[in-house]
């Protein structure tokens, strides 16, 4: 999807529903569309904010308007990529909330090959004084927000099912405008998809992503995206079908009019399908060449 023509609405407060508003980050990028979206639920003296964002004083100071007397609950993280965790350690210092949500992550190994760390788009910042497992929930005078687990993108990622709308917010889980990137080895496309089915299996009524455009039909959108992610799986198979190879080698053959910029993400999110096929038996890899097993 191409984003929308400027003016973009950054760093304004926009009502979404009676307990949700919603605040753009100033972040655009080929990863973040036109940036991170912080969502503030609540529409009393008390209040959650989820994904805070990036650490940039710009969007804190857009935050703290948008919040004018109202004091923060908590603030909820859906996971810990650097576009939208790092602003909950500046936005508690100020407000003296609590950062509750995805569990910290960081990830220690380094790419056998000289890749960057796998950790690198990380927080290292993040320190929740709360974990919230799937299922638990934090409440306010007029909001129930509960966690469901939903590992893939990356193994800690939550989403946050408001109880009294039937809204989730989906963080990078499901997006707006595109699929999520699966980056291994923390990011796993056997746990996205089961992630996806348990969604599949809700009866949410509308997605707040992270990302992109609200979702007005969720079950309909989720169903596409395990279908996208199948037909991918097929492609892969028929390429190295034919002719064992490396996955620099099918990427142009499977995303014809790529962004240059999103060639590594591509490459990535080959690569954990073909970790699912290999985990499941139906292709090995010799020296970076993949190939199907007979």
Known sequence: MNAPEKPWPTGT?????????????????????????TYIVGAGA????????????????????ALGDSRIEAIMC??????????????????????????????????????????????????????LADGESVTGPDFTITAVATPGHTSNHLCFALEQSGALFTGDHVMGWSTSVIVPPDG?????????????????????????P??????????????HRRQRERQILRLIEAEPQAIPAMVPQMYKGLD???TGAAEMSVEAHLIDL???GVVSRSGGIWQTIP
């Not at 609200?214 to 279908?227: C, F």
Request: glycine share 6%; with cysteine.
């Open 214 to 227: 609200q979702v007005d039909k969720p079950q309909q959108l989720v169903r596409g995206m395990m279908g």
């Open 46 to 65: 008390s209040v959650a904010v989820i994904d805070p964002g990036p650490a940039d004083t710009r969007h804190i100071e857009a935050l703290m308007l």
């Open 260 to 262: 240059p910029r999103l």
């Open 278 to 280: 290999e985990q499941r």
């Open 188 to 212: 796993d496309m056997s746990d996205y998809m089961a992630s996806l089915q348990k969604l599949q299996d809700r009866a949410d009524t509308v997605y707040y992503p992270a990302h992109g």
């Open 78 to 131: 859906t996971h810990t990529h650097r576009d939208h965790s790092p602003a909950a350690k500046p936005l508690a210092e100020r407000t003296g909330a609590p950062v509750i949500g995805c569990a910290p992550l960081v990830i220690e190994d380094d790419k056998p090959d000289g890749r960057r760390r796998a950790d690198a788009p990380f927080d290292r910042t993040y320190a929740p004084d709360t974990v």
């Open 13 to 37: 407060s926009e009502m979404l529903e009676p307990l949700v508003r919603r605040v753009l980050a100033p972040n655009p990028s080929p990863y973040t569309y036109t940036g991170t979206q």
